[in-house]
Structures are given as structure tokens and as C-alpha cells.
């Protein structure tokens, strides 16, 4: 950098070249030392934070000491996601090529927020799209936008419903989910003006799935309220326990009531890639909108995310609008424009990460990872039904399943607190992570099977260890 020139931001092609190298350097040694890397690092960082807290610098730092800092110091006390035996939450892998493809979106930095702008760009995003319309089996006449996640596309899904059914009239509007549904529908459906004496729980059924019967007497009452149910919002694959609701059944209702039915396929939904997981998935294909999380299903970095509506023109009705100062729409209405299908106008090029890795990888490899992942959490739901003291709550239908710590004599408080000891004692072993939800007042431990690095052998860890430490904790219930 030339220091001599105080307002010279440019680098010339040594310094970049030489910034480039030792940033994949460190990045190359990071990835390639996952495995050994603690699955849960040091989170007792309270000091650190506070120690962090200084302004901003008046002169520029080396990156070396940067790359050391963060590398050595602040990545390690965090989770590790994309760690092979990251069976938390929903992992989300993060496939190499992605990252590549931020470089390049970033060091390029095309404006995408309208065609005209980079049409080839955005026509690589609108493909994107197209593949998620074919793979969910959408009709020709969907469009989509890509978001940072499942709780904005939910939002922009609420919103499509809201217009489309209510217009200005939202007070009287009602929407309906599951008890198990995911926290953001709520969030989302209030951020659209939908306030929470308008946003109902469903119950659920043995199977944790939403409660179809209790779903038609909410809405009838509602509507002898005098109210307008306008949105039902399924779930293709719950957090806490992994159930898909029966969604071919609430696709019906929907259309009897005429209700818009919004699917949160944020975990499950990339698993309808598989043509012999559909049947699983059946009736996914018929709801009026679809949130997809390809930071999940589909291995990518987080901050990936995805809707698909039926019926675009609800999207764009949402959407549209233009300035005096902006170019003309185009005139060929088959060109997407991502301004007019999404809230954003600045925007970078979130496409191309999605993009180059079906591109690099084709469809069918990653339908092979895809299906790999259920089978190992098959797999292992058997083999964990097996080991004495462990109760599942249900088979796995796509790759996540709930279990808890179980002895005879036991009350709900005894077992409650050894299912959390084990999800400790698990983890704190350095190499396999779980978590755990609450259901009916009941905690549970719950795996989740779904990133690309989880292979065979850490399901076998996996196994091992939840086996090895659930034999003692019985053993301190139950001395001899």
C-alpha cells in the first residue's frame, strides 16, 4: 500500500496476489483440519468480548496479524458447523465452490438489483430459480427470490398471501401453524402487520404433525368471529423432532376454505430433489408458496436462502415498482428482474454461489449426498433404538430424530435432566454435537444428519459415544 498517498485505496496485483495466497492459505489449513478441530469451542468468551470493545483503528493493520487473530483466537470459540460431527440444530456445510463464488461476486462487484444492469448475471440467478421450481415440481408459472434465509422468505410469503387475500383489510386477517412450527412464522407474520391475537398454534398429533381436525374447527370459529382466515403454514420437516406435516391433507383444506398454504420447507424441502423421498414429501408440490434453505438441504454457506410462489404474479404484484432515475423494465417479460420479485434494489450477485456449485458438482451428485444423509440417520435411529435407556420419540422421515434418557421408575424431571447430561457429556468429548428441545414439557435430544462432511465414520463416532455415556449416567440412577 502506498503509504505516501494517504487517499490511495487501490492495491496493486503483487499485494493482492500475495493477500489472496496467504487468506486461502489459512483458509486451506482451517478446512483441512476439521476434523481434529473441538466441534464446540471455548464459549466462555466474556473476557474476550469485553477486551475487544476498542475503536476504530486510525492506521491500517497487516493482514498477517489479522489472519492469526481470527484463525487462532476468534473462530475457534464458536460452534463448528461445518465440522464432520456437527449434528446440531440443521448444520449447514458450506461447500468450497461457494466461497469461491463470493470471491468472485465480490471482487467483481456487479450490481444485480435490476437486469438491465447485468442481465447475463441475473440470468444466471433466474436458472437457479428455474432448477428449484423443477426440483419442487412448481408449475411453470412460478417465480422466486433469493433471500439470506428461511425467516425472510417466509416474511415475503406471508406478504404475497396477505396482498393477495386481505388488500388493505389486515386486521381482520388470521394465520394458522403448528405448535412445532418454526418461531419465525410468527415473528414474520408480525413484522407483515399480523399481530399475535391473529396468529394461532395448531395442535399436533401423536406424531408431532399439525392436527388437520383442529385446524378446520380453528378456522370455522374464526370465521363465525367474523374474522378472515386468509394462511395456513405448513412445515415439510419440523426443527425439534423432523416431522412433515400431512401436507397433501392441508392443501386440501386450503383449497376448500381458499386460504393461501405456505410450505416451511426450510430443512426438508431439498430432499424432494430425491425422486424416491417424494412420496414423504407428498403434496409439497401444491402449495401456493415454498421457503428453501439451500444453506441446509443443499450444503451452501448460511445466508442462503430461497422462496418459490405459484403464482408469480403475486410476487411481483408485492414487489413492482420503478423510479424516474432507474432504467426501463424490460420489455420481454420472460427476463426476471430481481427488484421487482424482492424488497432489495442494492444487492450483490447471492446467485452465483448456488449457481457454480450445481454447475461444478451436477444434480446428481448432490442428490447422492442428499439421499446419503437419510440413510444414515436411518441408520443410526436403529441402532440408538438398541442401546438400553434410550427412548425415540419416532423414525426419522427425512434426517432429523428426537430421543431421550429413559429408566424404569423414572419421573419427567429425572429423565429430563439426563437427557441434558448426555447432550453434555456428548459434546464436551470434543467431537460430536447434538442439542436438544422442549416438546409437551419433556426435553429431548435431537441429531440432525445433513452435512456434506458427515460421513459414515462420525456416525459411527456418534453412536459410540452417545452409547458409552448414556451407559453412565444409568449406571449413577442405578448403582449396584
Known amino acids: 500500500m502506498d503509504a505516501s498517498d494517504p487517499a490511495n485505496l487501490e492495491l496493486n496485483p503483487d499485494e493482492m496476489r500475495a493477500m489472496g495466497h496467504a487468506t486461502l492459505n489459512r483458509v486451506?489449513?482451517?478446512?483441512?483440519?476439521?476434523?481434529?478441530?473441538?466441534?464446540?469451542?471455548?464459549?466462555?468468551?466474556?473476557?474476550?468480548?469485553?477486551?475487544?470493545?476498542?475503536?476504530?483503528?486510525?492506521f491500517g493493520t497487516d493482514l498477517q496479524s489479522v489472519l492469526d487473530s481470527l484463525f487462532d483466537e476468534w473462530i475457534p470459540r464458536s460452534f463448528t458447523p461445518s465440522g464432520p460431527g456437527y449434528m446440531a440444530y440443521i448444520p449447514g456445510g458450506g461447500l468450497f465452490p461457494a466461497a469461491l463464488a463470493d470471491f468472485i461476486a465480490d471482487s467483481t462487484n456487479r450490481f444485480t438489483g435490476i437486469w438491465q444492469a447485468a442481465p447475463a448475471l441475473v440470468q444466471l440467478e433466474a436458472n437457479v430459480l428455474d432448477w428449484f421450481r423443477d426440483w419442487m415440481?412448481?408449475?411453470?408459472?412460478?417465480?422466486?427470490?433469493?433471500?439470506?434465509?428461511?425467516?425472510?422468505?417466509?416474511?415475503?410469503?406471508?406478504?404475497?398471501?396477505?396482498?393477495?387475500?386481505?388488500?388493505?383489510?389486515?386486521r381482520a386477517g388470521v394465520v394458522y401453524a403448528s405448535t412445532e412450527a418454526h418461531h419465525c412464522v410468527g415473528k414474520m407474520a408480525k413484522l407483515a402487520g399480523i399481530m399475535p391475537d391473529r396468529f394461532r398454534l395448531v395442535p399436533v398429533d401423536a406424531s408431532f404433525k399439525l392436527n388437520v381436525q383442529r385446524l378446520t374447527e380453528l378456522i370455522r370459529s374464526d370465521r363465525?368471529?367474523?374474522?378472515?382466515?386468509?394462511?395456513?403454514?405448513?412445515?415439510?420437516?419440523?426443527?425439534?423432532?423432523?416431522?412433515?406435516d400431512p401436507l397433501n391433507a392441508i392443501a386440501d383444506i386450503c383449497v376448500h376454505e381458499r386460504l393461501w398454504h405456505h410450505t416451511d420447507g426450510a430443512y426438508g424441502a431439498f430432499f424432494h430433489v430425491c425422486e424416491e423421498f417424494r412420496p414423504i414429501l407428498h403434496g409439497l408440490?401444491?402449495?401456493?408458496?415454498?421457503?428453501?434453505?439451500?444453506?441446509?438441504?443443499?450444503?451452501?454457506?448460511?445466508?442462503?436462502?430461497?422462496?418459490?410462489?405459484?403464482?408469480?404474479?403475486?410476487?411481483?404484484?408485492?414487489?413492482?415498482?420503478?423510479?424516474?432515475?432507474?432504467?426501463?423494465?424490460?420489455?420481454?417479460?420472460?427476463?426476471?428482474?430481481?427488484?421487482?420479485?424482492?424488497?432489495?434494489?442494492?444487492?450483490?450477485?447471492?446467485?452465483?454461489?448456488?449457481?457454480?456449485c450445481v454447475t461444478l458438482f451436477g444434480a446428481a451428485r448432490l442428490r447422492?449426498?442428499?439421499?446419503?444423509?437419510?440413510?444414515?440417520?436411518?441408520?443410526?435411529a436403529e441402532r440408538l433404538q438398541q442401546v438400553p435407556g434410550l427412548s425415540l420419540m419416532a423414525p426419522p422421515e427425512l434426517s432429523l430424530f428426537a430421543f431421550h434418557v429413559t429408566w424404569p421408575g423414572s419421573n419427567v424431571t429425572e429423565r429430563n435432566d439426563a437427557t441434558r447430561e448426555l447432550i453434555d457429556r456428548v459434546r464436551d468429548r470434543g467431537q460430536v454435537m447434538m442439542t436438544g428441545c422442549t416438546v409437551d414439557?419433556?426435553?429431548?435430544?435431537?441429531?440432525?444428519?445433513?452435512?456434506?462432511?458427515?460421513?459414515?465414520?462420525?456416525?459411527?463416532?456418534?453412536?459410540?459415544?452417545?452409547?458409552?455415556?448414556?451407559?453412565?449416567?444409568?449406571?449413577a440412577h442405578n448403582p449396584r
Open 28 to 58: 486451506i489449513a482451517h478446512l483441512a483440519s476439521l476434523p481434529d478441530q473441538r466441534i464446540c469451542g471455548d464459549l466462555q468468551a466474556e473476557a474476550l468480548c469485553r477486551s475487544m470493545r476498542k475503536p476504530a483503528p486510525t
Open 137 to 170: 415440481c412448481f408449475p411453470p408459472s412460478t417465480s422466486g427470490l433469493l433471500t439470506t434465509g428461511g425467516s425472510m422468505a417466509t416474511f415475503n410469503a406471508i406478504l404475497c398471501a396477505r396482498e393477495r387475500h386481505l388488500g388493505p383489510d389486515i
Open 224 to 244: 363465525e368471529a367474523g374474522l378472515r382466515p386468509f394462511l395456513v403454514v405448513s412445515s415439510a420437516g419440523t426443527v425439534n423432532t423432523g416431522a412433515v
Open 285 to 356: 408440490e401444491r402449495a401456493d408458496s415454498l421457503t428453501l434453505d439451500p444453506h441446509k438441504g443443499l450444503f451452501l454457506p448460511y445466508g442462503t436462502g430461497a422462496l418459490l410462489v405459484r403464482d408469480g404474479a403475486a410476487l411481483r404484484a408485492v414487489h413492482a415498482g420503478t423510479a424516474s432515475y432507474l432504467p426501463p423494465q424490460p420489455v420481454a417479460e420472460e427476463f426476471y428482474d430481481p427488484s421487482q420479485h424482492g424488497p432489495d434494489l442494492s444487492r450483490g450477485f447471492p446467485g452465483l454461489r448456488v449457481w457454480l
Open 368 to 380: 447422492a449426498a442428499i439421499a446419503e444423509k437419510r440413510v444414515l440417520a436411518l441408520e443410526t
Open 441 to 475: 414439557g419433556q426435553f429431548l435430544a435431537r441429531i440432525c444428519i445433513l452435512s456434506f462432511r458427515t460421513r459414515r465414520p462420525q456416525v459411527d463416532l456418534c453412536v459410540t459415544q452417545i452409547a458409552e455415556e448414556t451407559a453412565s449416567i444409568l449406571a
